[in-house]
Protein backbone atom coordinates (compact mmCIF):
# COMPACT_ATOMS: atom_id res chain seq x y z
CA UNK A 1 0.00 0.00 0.00
CA UNK A 2 2.70 1.92 1.32
CA UNK A 3 4.51 2.13 -2.18
CA UNK A 4 1.61 2.79 -4.15
CA UNK A 5 1.58 6.24 -3.38
CA UNK A 6 5.41 6.96 -4.56
CA UNK A 7 8.74 7.50 -3.00
CA UNK A 8 9.28 8.74 0.25
CA UNK A 9 5.68 8.58 1.33
CA UNK A 10 4.81 6.58 4.50
CA UNK A 11 1.53 5.21 5.53
CA UNK A 12 1.54 4.82 9.11
CA UNK A 13 -0.73 1.58 9.00
CA UNK A 14 1.15 0.33 12.43
CA UNK A 15 0.23 -2.25 15.13
CA UNK A 16 -2.04 0.15 16.78
CA UNK A 17 -4.30 0.96 13.98
CA UNK A 18 -4.60 -2.49 13.52
CA UNK A 19 -5.43 -3.58 17.13
CA UNK A 20 -8.08 -0.63 16.43
CA UNK A 21 -9.78 -2.03 13.51
CA UNK A 22 -9.32 -5.57 14.91
CA UNK A 23 -10.58 -3.95 18.13
CA UNK A 24 -14.04 -2.59 16.65
CA UNK A 25 -14.50 -5.75 14.92
CA UNK A 26 -14.62 -7.21 17.84
CA UNK A 27 -16.76 -5.03 19.72
CA UNK A 28 -19.12 -5.12 17.01
CA UNK A 29 -19.79 -9.03 16.61
CA UNK A 30 -20.00 -8.90 20.73
CA UNK A 31 -22.56 -5.85 21.02
CA UNK A 32 -24.76 -8.24 18.64
CA UNK A 33 -25.43 -10.48 21.17
CA UNK A 34 -24.96 -7.69 24.51
CA UNK A 35 -29.30 -7.75 24.69
CA UNK A 36 -29.49 -11.48 24.83
CA UNK A 37 -26.83 -12.13 27.25
CA UNK A 38 -28.04 -9.14 29.24
CA UNK A 39 -24.70 -7.27 29.65
CA UNK A 40 -26.81 -3.72 29.39
CA UNK A 41 -27.31 -1.90 32.24
CA UNK A 42 -29.04 1.72 32.61
CA UNK A 43 -27.36 4.17 34.87
CA UNK A 44 -29.54 7.31 35.94
CA UNK A 45 -27.87 10.81 36.52
CA UNK A 46 -30.02 13.25 38.32
CA UNK A 47 -31.15 16.47 36.95
CA UNK A 48 -31.85 19.46 39.54
CA UNK A 49 -33.80 22.23 39.64
CA UNK A 50 -31.58 24.58 40.43
CA UNK A 51 -33.96 26.97 42.31
CA UNK A 52 -35.32 24.70 45.03
CA UNK A 53 -32.74 21.49 45.05
CA UNK A 54 -35.53 18.99 44.30
CA UNK A 55 -34.67 16.33 41.88
CA UNK A 56 -36.56 16.78 38.63
CA UNK A 57 -35.71 13.78 36.60
CA UNK A 58 -32.82 11.27 35.77
CA UNK A 59 -31.27 11.11 32.65
CA UNK A 60 -30.72 7.07 31.79
CA UNK A 61 -27.38 6.66 30.71
CA UNK A 62 -26.32 3.07 28.95
CA UNK A 63 -23.65 1.14 30.51
CA UNK A 64 -22.35 -2.47 28.83
CA UNK A 65 -20.73 -4.98 30.83
CA UNK A 66 -18.23 -6.93 28.45
CA UNK A 67 -17.42 -10.61 29.55
CA UNK A 68 -13.81 -10.43 28.69
CA UNK A 69 -13.01 -7.00 28.91
CA UNK A 70 -15.23 -5.55 31.50
CA UNK A 71 -16.43 -1.93 31.59
CA UNK A 72 -16.57 -0.31 28.45
CA UNK A 73 -17.82 3.59 27.78
CA UNK A 74 -20.47 4.66 25.90
CA UNK A 75 -18.49 7.45 24.57
CA UNK A 76 -16.79 3.97 22.54
CA UNK A 77 -19.50 1.75 22.03
CA UNK A 78 -22.20 3.31 21.01
CA UNK A 79 -20.40 5.14 17.55
CA UNK A 80 -19.50 1.52 17.16
CA UNK A 81 -23.10 0.32 17.37
CA UNK A 82 -23.91 3.13 15.10
CA UNK A 83 -21.95 2.05 12.75
CA UNK A 84 -22.99 -1.38 12.92
CA UNK A 85 -26.55 -0.81 12.46
CA UNK A 86 -26.90 -1.71 16.17
CA UNK A 87 -28.57 1.39 17.55
CA UNK A 88 -31.93 1.09 16.72
CA UNK A 89 -32.60 -2.28 18.69
CA UNK A 90 -30.07 -1.13 21.15
CA UNK A 91 -32.49 2.20 21.78
CA UNK A 92 -35.22 0.80 21.80
CA UNK A 93 -33.63 -1.36 24.69
CA UNK A 94 -32.33 1.48 26.53
CA UNK A 95 -36.38 3.32 25.86
CA UNK A 96 -38.28 0.45 27.01
CA UNK A 97 -36.12 -0.03 30.28
CA UNK A 98 -36.03 3.42 31.25
CA UNK A 99 -39.58 3.63 31.09
CA UNK A 100 -39.93 0.72 32.96
CA UNK A 101 -37.92 2.26 35.79
CA UNK A 102 -39.83 5.04 36.00
CA UNK A 103 -43.40 3.72 36.26
CA UNK A 104 -41.90 1.25 39.54
CA UNK A 105 -40.05 4.34 40.56
CA UNK A 106 -43.58 6.55 40.47
CA UNK A 107 -45.24 3.54 42.34
CA UNK A 108 -42.81 3.44 45.16
CA UNK A 109 -42.30 7.26 44.98
CA UNK A 110 -45.43 8.65 44.84
CA UNK A 111 -44.13 12.18 46.39
CA UNK A 112 -42.20 12.67 43.16
CA UNK A 113 -45.12 13.23 40.97
CA UNK A 114 -43.00 15.33 38.98
CA UNK A 115 -40.20 13.25 37.81
CA UNK A 116 -39.16 12.69 34.21
CA UNK A 117 -37.04 10.47 32.56
CA UNK A 118 -34.53 12.02 29.69
CA UNK A 119 -33.53 9.38 27.40
CA UNK A 120 -30.50 9.66 24.63
CA UNK A 121 -31.51 9.17 21.26
CA UNK A 122 -29.13 8.36 18.21
CA UNK A 123 -29.35 10.41 14.87
CA UNK A 124 -30.40 6.66 13.34
CA UNK A 125 -33.57 5.89 15.45
CA UNK A 126 -35.47 9.26 13.49
CA UNK A 127 -36.84 6.95 11.45
CA UNK A 128 -40.47 7.40 10.34
CA UNK A 129 -41.54 4.61 12.69
CA UNK A 130 -40.23 6.03 15.60
CA UNK A 131 -43.08 7.52 17.17
CA UNK A 132 -44.95 4.33 16.96
CA UNK A 133 -42.67 2.67 18.61
CA UNK A 134 -42.35 5.06 21.28
CA UNK A 135 -46.36 4.55 21.60
CA UNK A 136 -46.23 1.19 22.19
CA UNK A 137 -43.78 1.19 24.39
CA UNK A 138 -45.25 4.14 26.20
CA UNK A 139 -48.51 1.94 26.12
CA UNK A 140 -46.38 -1.59 27.60
CA UNK A 141 -45.00 0.40 30.29
CA UNK A 142 -47.74 2.89 31.73
CA UNK A 143 -45.83 6.09 30.90
CA UNK A 144 -47.54 9.25 29.81
CA UNK A 145 -45.82 11.04 26.99
CA UNK A 146 -44.82 14.12 29.58
CA UNK A 147 -43.18 12.07 31.70
CA UNK A 148 -40.80 11.42 29.09
CA UNK A 149 -37.70 13.52 27.80
CA UNK A 150 -35.42 12.59 24.67
CA UNK A 151 -31.94 14.53 24.05
CA UNK A 152 -31.21 14.73 20.44
CA UNK A 153 -27.86 16.01 19.11
CA UNK A 154 -27.38 18.73 16.85
CA UNK A 155 -25.58 16.67 14.72
CA UNK A 156 -28.48 14.34 14.23
CA UNK A 157 -30.77 16.87 13.87
CA UNK A 158 -29.34 18.48 10.97
CA UNK A 159 -28.39 15.80 8.74
CA UNK A 160 -32.01 15.95 7.79
CA UNK A 161 -33.68 18.84 9.39
CA UNK A 162 -37.12 18.22 7.33
CA UNK A 163 -37.27 14.30 8.48
CA UNK A 164 -36.30 15.54 11.88
CA UNK A 165 -39.05 19.21 12.20
CA UNK A 166 -41.07 16.05 10.85
CA UNK A 167 -40.44 13.66 13.55
CA UNK A 168 -40.03 15.50 16.93
CA UNK A 169 -43.98 17.04 15.91
CA UNK A 170 -44.84 13.61 16.29
CA UNK A 171 -43.23 13.26 19.36
CA UNK A 172 -44.45 16.42 20.22
CA UNK A 173 -47.89 15.64 19.65
CA UNK A 174 -47.30 12.85 22.19
CA UNK A 175 -46.85 15.76 24.84
CA UNK A 176 -42.97 14.08 24.61
CA UNK A 177 -40.21 16.30 26.09
CA UNK A 178 -37.42 17.35 23.43
CA UNK A 179 -34.21 18.35 24.08
CA UNK A 180 -30.92 19.56 22.12
CA UNK A 181 -27.95 17.66 23.69
CA UNK A 182 -24.55 19.36 23.82
CA UNK A 183 -25.84 22.08 22.54
CA UNK A 184 -23.14 24.50 21.09
CA UNK A 185 -20.86 22.15 19.79
CA UNK A 186 -22.78 21.31 16.77
CA UNK A 187 -23.99 22.97 13.74
CA UNK A 188 -27.87 24.34 14.09
CA UNK A 189 -28.34 27.23 12.29
CA UNK A 190 -30.67 29.37 14.95
CA UNK A 191 -32.83 29.74 11.44
CA UNK A 192 -33.50 26.37 11.92
CA UNK A 193 -34.24 26.60 15.54
CA UNK A 194 -37.07 28.17 16.03
CA UNK A 195 -38.93 25.80 13.89
CA UNK A 196 -37.67 22.71 16.23
CA UNK A 197 -40.71 22.32 18.68
CA UNK A 198 -37.99 21.75 21.24
CA UNK A 199 -38.77 22.67 24.49
CA UNK A 200 -34.57 22.81 26.29
CA UNK A 201 -31.07 23.68 25.56
CA UNK A 202 -28.68 21.49 26.93
CA UNK A 203 -25.30 23.63 27.59
CA UNK A 204 -22.15 21.58 26.75
CA UNK A 205 -20.28 20.41 29.69
CA UNK A 206 -17.05 21.89 27.93
CA UNK A 207 -18.28 25.37 28.12
CA UNK A 208 -19.94 24.68 32.03
CA UNK A 209 -16.43 23.23 32.85
CA UNK A 210 -14.45 26.20 31.86
CA UNK A 211 -16.86 29.01 32.88
CA UNK A 212 -14.28 29.61 35.38
CA UNK A 213 -11.32 29.51 33.76
CA UNK A 214 -12.19 31.01 30.53
CA UNK A 215 -14.18 34.66 30.08
CA UNK A 216 -15.55 33.47 26.40
CA UNK A 217 -17.12 29.93 27.80
CA UNK A 218 -18.50 31.89 30.45
CA UNK A 219 -19.99 34.33 27.96
CA UNK A 220 -21.13 31.35 25.97
CA UNK A 221 -23.40 29.86 28.59
CA UNK A 222 -24.94 33.24 29.21
CA UNK A 223 -25.80 33.36 25.78
CA UNK A 224 -27.28 30.04 25.51
CA UNK A 225 -29.30 30.41 28.19
CA UNK A 226 -30.80 34.13 27.24
CA UNK A 227 -30.93 32.29 23.64
CA UNK A 228 -33.45 29.52 24.80
CA UNK A 229 -35.25 31.95 27.56
CA UNK A 230 -36.25 34.20 24.54
CA UNK A 231 -37.50 31.15 22.23
CA UNK A 232 -39.42 29.88 25.11
CA UNK A 233 -36.87 27.03 26.03
CA UNK A 234 -35.47 25.56 29.23
CA UNK A 235 -32.05 25.55 30.03
CA UNK A 236 -29.99 22.57 32.25
CA UNK A 237 -26.30 22.97 32.22
CA UNK A 238 -24.18 19.45 32.33
CA UNK A 239 -21.19 19.18 33.93
CA UNK A 240 -21.33 20.70 36.85
CA UNK A 241 -18.44 20.30 39.48
CA UNK A 242 -18.10 22.43 41.77
CA UNK A 243 -20.45 25.63 44.14
CA UNK A 244 -18.71 28.12 42.06
CA UNK A 245 -20.36 26.93 38.74
CA UNK A 246 -23.40 26.13 40.29
CA UNK A 247 -23.40 29.44 41.71
CA UNK A 248 -22.71 31.31 38.71
CA UNK A 249 -24.97 29.35 37.02
CA UNK A 250 -27.87 30.15 39.38
CA UNK A 251 -26.94 33.81 38.92
CA UNK A 252 -27.74 33.24 35.18
CA UNK A 253 -30.78 31.99 35.76
CA UNK A 254 -29.96 28.55 34.11
CA UNK A 255 -33.02 26.47 35.45
CA UNK A 256 -31.24 23.20 35.85
CA UNK A 257 -28.50 21.45 36.01
CA UNK A 258 -26.48 17.94 36.62
CA UNK A 259 -23.13 16.79 37.16
CA UNK A 260 -20.81 15.14 39.24
CA UNK A 261 -20.98 18.16 41.90
CA UNK A 262 -24.44 16.87 42.66
CA UNK A 263 -24.26 13.29 41.57
CA UNK A 264 -22.36 10.47 39.44
CA UNK A 265 -24.52 8.37 37.37
CA UNK A 266 -26.10 5.98 39.40
CA UNK A 267 -26.94 2.33 39.47
CA UNK A 268 -30.90 2.01 40.29
CA UNK A 269 -30.39 1.27 43.78
CA UNK A 270 -28.71 3.80 44.44
CA UNK A 271 -30.82 6.36 42.45
CA UNK A 272 -33.52 4.65 45.06
CA UNK A 273 -31.93 5.51 47.64
CA UNK A 274 -31.40 9.04 46.48
CA UNK A 275 -35.10 9.69 45.77
CA UNK A 276 -35.82 7.97 49.43
CA UNK A 277 -33.89 10.43 51.04
CA UNK A 278 -34.73 13.66 49.34
CA UNK A 279 -38.64 12.03 49.33
CA UNK A 280 -38.14 12.21 53.16
CA UNK A 281 -36.55 15.67 53.51
CA UNK A 282 -39.32 17.21 51.45
CA UNK A 283 -41.83 15.01 54.00
CA UNK A 284 -40.06 16.24 57.65
CA UNK A 285 -38.07 19.27 56.87
CA UNK A 286 -39.48 21.22 53.92
CA UNK A 287 -36.38 23.59 54.01
CA UNK A 288 -33.89 20.37 53.95
CA UNK A 289 -35.29 19.99 50.72
CA UNK A 290 -32.23 22.31 49.46
CA UNK A 291 -29.84 19.63 50.91
CA UNK A 292 -28.58 18.66 47.81
CA UNK A 293 -27.31 22.44 47.65
P1 LIG B 1 -24.29 12.82 27.13
O1 LIG B 1 -25.68 12.45 26.75
O2 LIG B 1 -23.88 14.22 26.86
O3 LIG B 1 -24.19 12.46 28.67
C1 LIG B 1 -23.39 13.16 29.59
C2 LIG B 1 -22.11 12.43 29.88
O4 LIG B 1 -21.32 13.24 30.78
C3 LIG B 1 -22.28 11.09 30.60
O5 LIG B 1 -21.19 10.27 30.19
C4 LIG B 1 -22.13 11.47 32.07
O6 LIG B 1 -21.72 10.40 32.88
C5 LIG B 1 -21.04 12.52 31.96
N1 LIG B 1 -21.09 13.48 33.07
C6 LIG B 1 -22.17 13.93 33.75
N2 LIG B 1 -21.83 14.84 34.69
C7 LIG B 1 -20.48 14.98 34.61
C8 LIG B 1 -19.53 15.80 35.32
O7 LIG B 1 -19.84 16.57 36.22
N3 LIG B 1 -18.22 15.67 34.92
C9 LIG B 1 -17.83 14.82 33.95
N4 LIG B 1 -16.53 14.75 33.64
N5 LIG B 1 -18.70 14.04 33.25
C10 LIG B 1 -20.01 14.13 33.58
P2 LIG B 1 -21.41 8.75 29.73
O8 LIG B 1 -22.43 8.09 30.59
O9 LIG B 1 -20.06 8.13 29.62
O10 LIG B 1 -22.05 8.89 28.28
C11 LIG B 1 -21.34 9.45 27.23
C12 LIG B 1 -22.20 9.69 26.03
O11 LIG B 1 -22.64 8.45 25.46
C13 LIG B 1 -23.48 10.47 26.32
O12 LIG B 1 -23.22 11.84 26.40
C14 LIG B 1 -24.33 10.09 25.13
O13 LIG B 1 -23.99 10.87 24.01
C15 LIG B 1 -23.90 8.66 24.87
N6 LIG B 1 -24.91 7.74 25.46
C16 LIG B 1 -25.00 7.25 26.70
N7 LIG B 1 -26.09 6.45 26.83
C17 LIG B 1 -26.69 6.46 25.62
C18 LIG B 1 -27.89 5.82 25.09
O14 LIG B 1 -28.64 5.12 25.79
N8 LIG B 1 -28.17 6.05 23.76
C19 LIG B 1 -27.39 6.86 22.97
N9 LIG B 1 -27.74 7.03 21.68
N10 LIG B 1 -26.29 7.46 23.44
C20 LIG B 1 -25.94 7.28 24.75
MG1 LIG C 1 -27.50 13.28 27.11
MG1 LIG D 1 -24.91 15.92 26.93
MG1 LIG E 1 -21.95 16.13 26.48
Same mark, same amino acid.
Given at each position: ??????????????????? @? #? &??????????????????? /???? +?? *??? &?????????????????????? *????????????????? @???????? +????????????????????? !???????????? &???????????????????????? %???????? /???? #?? &????? $????????????????? =???? $???????????????????????????????? #????? =??????? %???????????????????? +????? !????????? %??????????????? +? @?? !????
Amino acid at each position: RAKQQGKGCYVVFDATMRT @D #A &LRRLQLQTDLRWAIEKNQF /QLHY +QP *IIN &LENGEISGFEALLRWQHPQEGF *ISPAEFIPVAEEAGLIV @DIGEWVLR +QACRQLREWKQKFNCHPQLRM !SVNLSGQQFTSD &LSQKIDRILTETEVMGSELKLEIT %ETAIMSDP /QLAI #AT &LNELK $HREIKLCIDDFGTGYCS =LGYL $HQFPVDVLKIDRSFVSQMFLDENKRELVKVIV #ALAHS =LGMDAIA %EGIESQEQLYQLKSLECQYG +QGYYF !SKPLNPQEA %ERLLNKSSMAEKFHR +Q @DS !SVLL
